[in-house]
């Protein structure tokens, strides 16, 4: 394995640090940092195998939608 690609699998992969900054500010008032990395990486998990040109406004589409939802389930938990 060479230096380039050790590092290259120790950052988040596409523009998965930049997603996080930007929703967690968005979801700041709802949800903790914490939760929005965690939904932020399995949401790039789920994207595998899509082109990397596409990957980041893909990966901050989706995670948006996910933090919606469990923003969604705090406000109206099932009775």
Same mark, same amino acid.
């Given at each position: 394995?060479?230096?380039?690609?050790?590092? /290259?699998? !120790?950052r988040p =992969? &596409?523009? %998965?640090?930049?997603?996080?900054a930007r $929703? !967690?500010?968005e979801? !700041? =008032?709802d $949800?903790?940092?914490?939760?929005?990395?965690?939904? #932020? /990486?399995?949401?790039?998990?789920r994207?595998? &195998? #899509? *082109? *990397?040109?596409s @990957?980041?406004?893909l @990966?901050?589409r @989706? =995670? /948006?939608? %996910?933090?919606?939802?469990?923003? &969604?389930?705090? /406000?109206h938990?099932?009775?």
């Amino acid at each position: 394995m060479s230096a380039v690609s050790r590092t /290259r699998t !120790a950052r988040p =992969a &596409g523009d %998965e640090s930049h997603v996080n900054a930007r $929703l !967690a500010a968005e979801f !700041a =008032a709802d $949800l903790d940092h914490r939760t929005v990395v965690a939904v #932020v /990486r399995t949401c790039r998990r789920r994207l595998a &195998g #899509v *082109p *990397p040109g596409s @990957l980041p406004e893909l @990966l901050e589409r @989706l =995670a /948006r939608e %996910e933090l919606h939802d469990v923003v &969604g389930a705090d /406000r109206h938990p099932a009775r």
